[in-house]
């Protein structure tokens, strides 16, 4: 998957456009897109500038453990999208396999409440540690495990 073409669809510039030709129907499509936006943000701080050059604060590094980002990772996209699966199964007239199509897969889901419910526990001890003065969220990856099992 490549996931810079991904991060560029899930936007706030294409939510903005959504938005701005005023279509009522793509009005969860934006909101879909502004919180995925948001969280690629929060999981992929870098440095310590890109934030104030690129005007997006979730960029900014981590430095407390009281970070606003940890409870809104937690409580507004987890119960997003736990919300979004309620609704889909709530929903009359479809089946089993039309449900399933309307909402992520349940491994995404599960990846999803893995990755978010790993990052807001370690995260926050880590920046309890005296000598940690702030932390890059983009560090917290396992590239280096695919990597070594795509070569066995």
């Known amino acids: 998957m490549r996931v810079n073409l991904a991060a560029q669809v899930l936007s706030k510039s ?9 279509e009522t129907d ?7 897109v502004r919180k995925f936006d948001r969280f690629f943000d929060m999981l992929n701080t870098r440095n310590l500038d890109e934030a104030y050059y690129k ?22 996209l987890l119960g997003y999208i736990e919300e979004w699966k309620s609704c889909v199964s709530k929903k009359e ?4 396999t039309q449900k399933k199509m309307m909402t992520l897969s349940e491994e995404t889901i599960e990846g999803l409440q893995i990755t978010v419910g790993s990052f807001v526990e ?11 003065k702030f932390l890059y969220s983009v560090r917290f990856n396992q ?3 695919e990597a070594y099992f795509g070569l066995q």
């Open 14 to 22: 294409v939510a903005d456009c959504f938005e701005y030709y005023d």
């Open 143 to 145: 590239d280096t495990v």
């Open 55 to 76: 005007l997006k604060p979730d960029l900014r590094a981590y430095r407390k453990k009281d970070d606003t980002r940890f409870e809104w990772l937690k409580v507004e």
């Open 93 to 96: 007239g479809f089946n089993a």
């Open 122 to 132: 370690v995260a926050p001890f880590l920046l309890e540690q005296p000598e940690v």
């Open 26 to 32: 793509t009005i969860e499509t934006q909101r879909f």
